[in-house]
């Protein structure tokens, strides 16, 4: 069953003028997703050209890899490349059956001049491994899944850079307890209370080239999010998931 989303085309909290890394102002949206969840969006996180820079190294220089990972008890493909970078000493990532190798910052040091871009917009942040993506097309996507390992602690913050193609980022709300409940007392079917408030339970972002996205407070306690196949991309998008391993 596919699932029309809503697109978030205007701040739930503000829009803030702020400096990006090269100290011209850049738009800041912050979204507030409810029962402490939010989502900052930066359009213009990188200025255009530099962006296109770091997509070129980063689509030649990054050892990519496609593995064959377990969904729902069976092997197939992941239909995107990647790559791991993390700090010394952390554990090993593990998911869907794989373990990436750990390349370290110094094997690609310009990944720390990113890093560096991203922890001065999120004063307070503390980064320190990240996973590479690259979507070669509109076949590549990932499906619905919600970043709760715990690895990155009851709470995790979420910084996702995307160069190249622009390609929808959704979200929706995981199911809650109630509705089961709710169910088995007989009282309003789920399905009706979902049209209701559809609204509110589910979001869209078209994420930008040069773009900074990041989830923070219970947003992977309570949502799930995806990017979907979509028939008629064909061009490449590479996507910088930071991450704080506890």
Request: a positive charge.
């Amino acid at each position: 069953m596919s699932l029309k989303l809503k697109a978030l085309t205007e701040p739930s909290a503000e829009s803030n003028p702020d400096p990006n890394p090269n100290g011209s102002a850049v738009k800041i949206l912050t979204f507030d997703l409810g029962n402490g969840s939010e989502v900052v969006y930066i359009p213009k996180f990188f200025p255009f050209n530099q962006a296109w820079n770091w997509f070129d190294y980063l689509n030649n220089e990054i050892p990519w890899s496609r593995p064959t990972i377990r969904v729902f008890g069976r092997s197939c493909v992941q239909p995107r490349d990647t790559c791991y970078i993390a700090s010394p000493g952390l554990p090993d990532l593990i998911y869907s059956g794989y373990q990436p190798r750990a390349y370290s910052w110094d094997d690609y040091a310009p990944l720390k001049e990113i890093l560096d871009a991203v922890h001065e917009a999120l004063p307070g942040s503390s980064f320190n491994s990240l996973l590479l993506n690259r979507y070669k097309g509109g076949n590549d996507c990932v499906g619905w899944h919600s970043d709760d390992e715990k690895l990155y602690g009851s709470t995790p913050e979420i910084a996702s850079v995307s160069f190249g193609c622009e390609r929808e980022f959704f979200l929706k709300k995981k199911p809650s307890k109630r509705s089961h409940v709710s169910k088995e007392r007989g009282e309003e079917p789920a399905s009706k209370r979902s049209k209701k408030s559809s609204h509110t339970d589910q979001h869209s972002f078209t994420l930008k080239h040069g773009s900074l996205l990041v989830m923070r407070g219970n947003t992977q306690r309570d949502w799930l999010h995806s990017v979907p196949k979509r028939a008629k991309v064909e061009a490449t998008r590479i996507n910088l998931t930071f991450r704080h391993v506890v």
